[in-house]
C-alpha cells in the first residue's frame, strides 16, 4: 500500500456482485487521489461500525441489508435521507459520522430532462430503492402508481412517502393498465437481473412510443424490459447511469471534488460492462 493511502469501505451482506470497488477505484486513479475503496462484508452492523472507526474509514458506502439500520449509528443525516429512512453514504468527519442518500441524486441524474410534473409514473416494486424513487417523483409533482407483488407493502410505501390520504399516488394492478395510462415506467425489482435476463417484469403490452422506461437493474446493462421498450420505440435510460451518478456523488461528499466527466460515462459503463 502507498503511504498516506485514504482508506474507503463498501460494506454490505452479503456483498459480491458489488461493481462500487471497481467504479470508485478507477475514479480515484484517473483523479490522482491516493485512496482505496475496499469492501467490508459482515452481517454484524454494529462490528462493522467499529471496523469503520477504528481504521478510520472517511468514505463508506453502505449497501444491502443495511441502508435503514445505519441511521441509528450516525451523528447527523441529511434531511432528504432523514425523510425517506434511508442511508447508502457515511462520511466521516472529525470524528462523525455523517450519513446522506445518494441513490436519490443517482435517480434524479438518470430521470434528467424528463419531465415528471402531473406525468404518470409507474413504479414496478416496493423494496429498498423504491423509497428514494418514490421521493424524487414526489419532489418532481409526478402522479405515482405503484405496483408490487404484496400489495401491502405498496401500501406502507405510499403512506411512508407521501402520507396518509395523499392523492399524489395510487396502488395499481398491471391487468387492469393499458400502455396510454402510462407516461413513465421505472422497475425497482430485480426481475431482468442476471442470469435470469430473459425475464421482464412487464407484458409488451404495456409499453408504447410516448414513454419513457428507466430500469434500476444494471446486469446486464440492457435488461430485456429495455430492450422491448426500445423495440416500441420508447426512450430508455440505463440503472447504471444512476449508480454512476451516486458514486460520483459519494466521491463529491468525501472529497469535495466534482470528477464528473472525468471518465466518460461509456467508458466507465465498458469498464463495469467485463464484471457479471
Ligand atoms: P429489495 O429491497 O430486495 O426489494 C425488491 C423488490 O422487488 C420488492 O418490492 C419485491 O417484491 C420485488 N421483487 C423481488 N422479486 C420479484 C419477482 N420475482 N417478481 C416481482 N417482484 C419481485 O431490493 P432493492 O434494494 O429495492 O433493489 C431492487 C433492484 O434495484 C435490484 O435489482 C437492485 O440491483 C437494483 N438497484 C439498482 C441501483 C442502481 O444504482 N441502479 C441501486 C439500488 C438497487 P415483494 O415486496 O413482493 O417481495
Redesign the pocket.
Same mark, same amino acid.
Given at each position: 500500500m502507498i503511504k498516506n493511502t485514504i482508506l474507503n469501505a463498501v460494506i454490505g451482506y452479503p456483498l459480491e456482485h458489488t461493481l462500487s470497488p471497481k467504479l470508485h477505484n478507477a475514479l480515484y486513479k484517473a483523479a490522482g487521489l491516493n485512496a482505496v475503496l475496499l469492501p467490508l462484508e459482515k452481517e454484524n452492523l454494529a462490528k462493522l461500525v467499529e471496523t469503520i472507526r477504528f481504521l478510520s474509514v472517511e468514505l463508506t458506502a453502505v449497501t444491502?441489508p443495511f441502508k435503514r439500520d445505519i441511521l441509528g449509528y450516525l451523528d447527523f443525516v441529511d434531511e432528504e435521507a432523514k425523510t425517506i429512512g434511508a442511508v447508502n453514504t457515511v462520511i466521516l468527519k472529525n470524528g462523525k459520522l455523517n450519513g446522506y442518500n445518494t +441513490?436519490i441524486v $443517482?435517480i434524479r441524474a438518470a430521470l434528467k430532462g424528463v419531465n415528471l410534473k402531473d406525468k404518470k409514473v409507474l413504479l414496478l416494486?416496493?423494496? $429498498?430503492?423504491?423509497l428514494p424513487v418514490a421521493h424524487v417523483i414526489k419532489t418532481a409533482g409526478g402522479r405515482l402508481l405503484v405496483w408490487?407483488? +404484496?400489495s401491502k407493502?405498496a401500501e406502507v410505501l405510499i403512506k411512508n412517502v407521501f402520507g396518509p390520504n395523499s392523492k399524489q399516488a395510487e396502488i395499481v394492478s398491471l391487468d387492469q393498465l393499458t400502455a396510454k395510462d402510462v407516461d413513465v415506467i421505472i422497475n425497482?425489482?430485480?426481475?431482468g437481473?442476471f442470469p435470469n435476463v430473459n425475464e421482464s417484469?412487464l407484458n409488451l403490452s404495456l409499453l408504447a412510443a410516448h414513454q419513457v422506461v428507466f430500469d434500476?437493474?444494471?446486469r446486464p446493462m440492457k435488461t430485456k424490459l429495455l430492450l422491448d421498450a426500445e423495440s416500441k420505440g420508447a426512450k430508455t435510460i440505463l440503472?447504471?447511469t444512476?449508480?454512476i451518478a451516486?458514486a460520483l456523488e459519494q466521491i463529491r461528499l468525501w472529497s469535495g471534488k466534482n470528477l464528473s466527466g472525468l471518465i466518460s460515462e461509456n467508458e466507465l459503463i465498458s469498464l463495469l460492462s467485463d464484471s457479471k
Open positions: 444491502m +441513490d $443517482g416494486g416496493a423494496g $429498498g430503492v423504491a408490487n407483488r +404484496d407493502k425497482a425489482t430485480p426481475v437481473m417484469p434500476l437493474v444494471y440503472g447504471i444512476m449508480f451516486q
